[in-house]
């Protein structure tokens, strides 16, 4: 009998007690977050298009920020040139680039392609560049956008849209994969992408969850900016300065049809450090700066932000946390008859991630995403078993040794004024 046949025999054996400890992982960590809640996101609040009248009644500038980026700068805004709804206002940064940026930004500027440019000759790291350009915008509207990112025609017009709400500080623009077919890695990264940020922000809007209005392209209501101070320095700025606005009481919003397209990364190396820099900066932010999310006798402590701090403490630490335990507690319970019984899991794991993949496309028909369904599989084991350890071994990084202050990512300067 083939590993297959046999995982599916065992299956339809055990008694209910059985069934229910061998697929714990799966009914503690992964229905209620990647089948339920995203349910919700895919059949309520779909967002309804207005005119394109609407994205016009608040001035917009578009900032673009980046380091040594002289080929990606151009290519940028002339995509911004072709918007269905065009920024009134374009401000470009060079944070300490030591290539052609600078003279790629002057040319710019004088053939008026940009409105205002800023450079700087030591690098202050993305939170400086985005303050800078903050005070040199004159828009109602601050729309970032990293340099390498491309959008839909109408992603200007679309993410605008939300702040005909008044108290809508932040919206999240949908980042998707540009480069799925560079390598199996991208592949399922473009799968991710798909389920938790289309489909997981749709579910997280719903609820009024949405926790980051992510760097690559996101709007701000800059009074709203203004109020909270801007981007603090080191890593994380995104989730920091969005965490921020719901502390003060602003919304944050999510158009899933003003989609961005980022390439990602294509080898294993790439992926780690990406994430490591990602998971340390999010425990960093989440259970050290904002800690007092969790604190009932803290003056700023509200239901709705300890919800979120609570889904990611369960969901995303305990969820890595646990898993080595549960491998090693299968294969001492049934031997290496574990390796069928993790198939199992995993047969089940494959139903569900199909399930949800087929919901996160229909709610994402902006993207042409059913040639990625015969890639469900691989990403089934990227997402349940790889992206596991590394987010346990990110977390771990963090905890013990503090390294989110040392990353490369921010100037180490930066990282001695803030200390640890």
């Given at each position: 009998?083939n ?32 089948f ?82 800023y ?122 300065a ?42 960093r ?32 630490v305990i ?62 084991f ?39």
């Open positions: 009998m590993p297959v046949s046999e995982s599916l025999a065992y299956l339809f054996s055990q008694s209910t007690v059985s069934m229910y400890l061998l697929f714990a992982i799966v009914i503690i960590f992964e229905i209620p977050r990647y339920l809640l995203f349910t919700v996101g895919a059949f309520m609040n779909r967002p309804k298009q207005r005119a394109l009248e609407a994205s016009y009644r608040y001035k917009v500038t578009v900032i673009v920020a980046g380091h040594n980026e002289a080929d990606a700068f151009p290519r940028c805004i002339a995509s911004l040139k072709e918007q269905s709804r065009q920024p009134d206002e374009i401000v470009a940064f060079s944070d300490g680039s030591t290539d052609r940026t600078r003279e790629v930004l002057r040319s710019l500027l004088a053939r008026g392609e940009i409105d205002k440019a450079a700087t000759d030591l690098r202050g790291g993305k939170s400086a560049g985005l303050n800078v350009c903050e005070r040199l915008a004159t828009g109602d509207i601050l729309v970032n956008i990293d340099c390498d990112c491309s959008l839909d025609r109408d992603a200007i017009r679309r993410i605008v849209e939300p702040f005909e709400d008044p108290t809508v500080g932040s919206v999240a623009g949908n980042i998707q994969v540009r480069n799925p077919e560079s390598s199996l890695l991208a592949t399922v990264q473009a799968i991710e992408y798909l389920v938790t940020l289309s489909l997981g922000k749709q579910s997280a809007l719903v609820l009024d969850q949405v926790t980051c209005s992510s760097g690559g392209f996101s709007a701000f209501r800059k009074s709203a900016l203004e109020e909270t101070g801007g981007a603090d320095a080191g890593g994380g700025e995104d989730l920091d969005t965490l921020r606005l719901r502390s003060y009481g602003w919304k944050i919003g999510f158009r899933v049809d003003a989609v961005c397209y980022t390439d990602v990364p294509v080898k294993l190396s790439g992926l780690v450090r990406q994430r490591f820099r990602w998971e340390r900066d999010a425990i932010l989440r259970f050290r700066k904002y800690v007092f999310e969790f604190n009932p006798f803290d003056p700023r402590f509200r239901i709705s932000e300890m919800l979120h701090q609570f889904e990611f403490l369960v969901f995303n969820g890595a946390a646990l898993m080595p335990f549960y491998v090693a507690w299968l294969f001492i319970q049934y031997g290496s008859f574990a390796i069928v019984l993790l198939l199992s899991v995993k047969i089940v794991l494959i139903l569900l991630d199909l399930f949800v993949f087929l919901m996160a496309a229909y709610t994402t028909p902006y993207v042409n995403s059913i040639r990625l369904l015969p890639y469900v599989v691989a990403y089934t990227y997402n349940g078993i790889l992206m596991r350890f590394i987010r346990l071994g990110a977390y771990l990084d963090e905890w013990l040794r503090d390294s989110s202050y040392r990353d490369s990512y921010v100037p180490q300067k930066v990282h001695d004024v803030r200390g640890i």
